[in-house]
């Protein structure tokens, strides 16, 4: 896709003035320098099974009392199929005459290469599904007192998204 007719569709919630930003770095061909600069190096959260040690540590640390998480793995169909960065699901299912519920966190696998600052923003989302089921003031309070910076992590990583529509090509 040409940078001249790029959609802003990652970013279409935000306001005209940082929208005008973004198209004129986009317009010279400076996002991904942008971003390159403001992260200048990705993760190293590798595998899932360092992907699973990740998530566990955050939740340990802000979610002690929260249901368990039973699997975290990296997904390759997430964001192509559902156009998300990744998913909290639970399965239900019937044990000893009990509802129990096994909580799986996927991640888009386009981030395993990415800043731990995304990695990071988008844990922090799925986590705070755990204990809050809509994207309500709650939700977002929670995802805050757990990564202050969220919002802006978001923002970034709609860049990020915006400029893998651009050319293609992952920037770490």
């Known amino acids: 896709m040409s940078s001249s007719h790029v959609q802003l569709k ?15 770095l986009v317009a010279e061909g ?3 320098d942008h971003l390159r600069q403001r992260y200048p190096a990705p993760h190293g959260v590798r595998t899932d099974k360092a992907l699973y040690a990740y998530v566990q540590d955050l939740k340990t640390d802000y979610l002690r009392n929260a249901e368990p998480v039973s699997k975290v793995a990296y997904d390759s169909k997430i ?46 989302h799925e986590l705070a599904h755990l204990k809050e089921k809509e994207h309500d003031k709650a939700f977002y309070k929670l995802c805050c007192w757990m990564e202050p910076q969220y919002h802006q992590f ?18 770490w």
């Open 10 to 24: 990652y970013l279409s919630a935000y306001p005209a003035h940082l929208l005008s930003q973004v198209e004129r």
């Open 30 to 32: 400076r996002l991904a």
């Open 79 to 124: 964001g192509i199929v559902q156009q998300a960065l990744g998913l909290h699901t639970a399965i239900s299912r019937v044990q000893g005459g009990k509802l129990k519920a096994k909580h799986e966190i996927r991640i888009g696998s386009v981030f395993r290469d990415a800043p731990p600052e995304f990695l990071r923003m988008i844990v922090v």
């Open 154 to 171: 978001e923002f970034d990583v709609r860049l990020y998204l915006t400029q893998l529509d651009i050319d293609g090509t992952h920037l």
